[in-house]
């Protein structure tokens, strides 16, 4: 079964777990006040005067975010289609990384299951430290259909390719492993004035 069909109809089983965060800190002293005393030579030491070590530069890890499309300013289906596009690429990217940012400002929670599961799945593996790659999502044949006047929402049809996923611990450990899938998903976009904002999806049998 492919992994973002599970993602979209599965009932989520949730587990609460207790993260503490410690942070090592470095104690400074600090000086005395005074007139400071000349420094000893090297001979009056016995050694040479210990340098300090940079902090090192932070990183970013994980893939790259992907690039937001300008059709996604647009409000009418082709803004839908490129918006559906946007989201899914965003699959990837917050599993391997817990930036949900994005995907938050482009869920609509109250209907969107797979949102809440991809959001939950990402903070899991985030709080447990583990490696996530692969599961990358890129969608074809892209079709919007008419403005769902009920929903005030486009139904965008496409064509999905799923990339192989695997998931490591900490140590190593190998703790989920797929192969890559296809299939046929429709997802429900809704412009709420500010923004494109994802109803629904689902996966094709």
């Known amino acids: 079964m492919s ?3 599970r993602s979209s109809s599965r009932a989520r089983r949730r587990s609460l777990a207790l993260g503490a965060v410690v942070a090592v800190g470095l104690v400074v002293t600090g000086c005395t006040g005074g007139e400071p005393e000349p420094s000893p ?3 009056e030491s016995g050694g040479s005067t210990p340098t300090e070590t940079p902090e090192p530069t932070p990183t970013e890890t994980g893939p790259a975010k992907p690039e937001r499309p300008a059709a996604m300013d647009r409000t009418d289906g082709e803004g839908a289609a490129a918006a559906a596009e946007y989201f899914l690429s965003l699959y990837g990217h917050v599993l391997a990384t817990g930036d949900t940012a994005e995907w938050d400002a482009m869920s609509w929670a109250d209907t969107c299951e797979f949102c809440t599961n991809v959001r ?3 903070m899991e593996i985030a709080a447990a430290g583990d490696t996530y790659d692969g599961a990358d999502i890129t969608i074809s044949a892209v079709s919007p259909g008419e403005l769902d006047t009920f929903a ?9 390719q799923q990339a192989a996923l695997l998931r490591t611990s900490p140590n190593g450990e190998v703790l989920e492993e797929e192969a890559g899938s296809s299939g046929r998903l429709q997802i429900d976009m809704m412009h709420d004035g500010s923004g494109w904002r994802v109803l629904a999806l689902t996966v094709g049998e």
């Open 41 to 43: 030579s090297v001979e």
């Open 152 to 160: 005030n929402a486009y139904p965008v049809v496409a064509d999905f």
């Open 3 to 5: 992994h973002l069909v």
């Open 120 to 122: 939950a799945d990402a």
